[in-house]
């Protein structure tokens, strides 16, 4: 586009969730064949830009299972990049898509691959907007960024924070028609509202240290079928002068 140098972009994660029904419709061989010629033509021209794959699911639903193993991507991919719109929608007295789900499912996908030699790059993830047991969405598109998206995302990052081999992980700012992810409002006058999940990265950035100690859940099932309450994590520095302790209390 006329830009006198090279963007510098290290890393490169190939489509958007391609398993979606107007793309590939969950064919991983399909999507293989198609990326396999984009991903060598990318390389030969910078070898040292990192690849990712989009992954969907657990470590061994189809699609993930031959990102994994086809031999054809051996010495040519960084790692995986699954997304995750968690929330806390409860049908029946359980939760379905909150943390403790993404729990079920992340870890084991992390250590697969790091089995294999990659990482792990959260390609997007955020609080989702919170639906009645029909699937429809709430009426205030406002909530998941409000209080309820801060807790829920502070849950979510002291998960990943004993994941090793998570690279980083993408928080998805913008929304949908609705705007149903706002962490930083736009309002009428021109002013800007800093959105408590917005609110929530400030205040837990200087907290978040070098080294991950240790995460724990605790306490009885909540009364959403969630299986705890409380979340800890213990974050040190690397030279092991300081400690911060973290908790979410759902």
Known sequence: NGHPLPYGI??????????????FNFNAEGYLN????????????????????????????????LLL????????VYGLSPHYFYE??????????????????????????????LKIVVGDHAQGIPTDTNGVPVSN??????WQGAVTTTDFLLLISQINNIERANFWVYGLPMAVWHPIRL????????????????????????????VTTVSPASGDGNPYAVRSSAFSSNDHSKVNVIVVNR
């Open 69 to 76: 193993n086809d031999t054809r991507l051996q010495g040519k």
């Open 10 to 23: 290290a890393i490169w994660n190939i489509g958007n969730e391609p398993w979606s029904a107007k793309e």
């Open 88 to 117: 806390e929608t409860v049908v029946d007295g359980k939760i379905l898509k909150g943390v403790a789900h993404v729990e079920e499912i992340l870890p084991t996908l992390a250590g697969t691959a790091a089995s294999k030699g």
């Open 34 to 65: 198609t990326a396999l010629p984009i991903i060598d033509a990318m390389r030969a021209i910078d070898p040292s830009i990192r690849i990712t794959l989009p992954a969907v699911g657990k470590a061994t639903s189809a699609w993930n299972a």
């Open 141 to 146: 598109p406002d909530s998941a960024m409000q």
């Open 187 to 214: 309002n009428a006058d021109g002013s800007y509202t800093l959105m408590p999940v917005a609110a929530l990265y400030k205040r837990l950035s200087p907290l978040f240290l070098d080294n991950s100690l240790a």
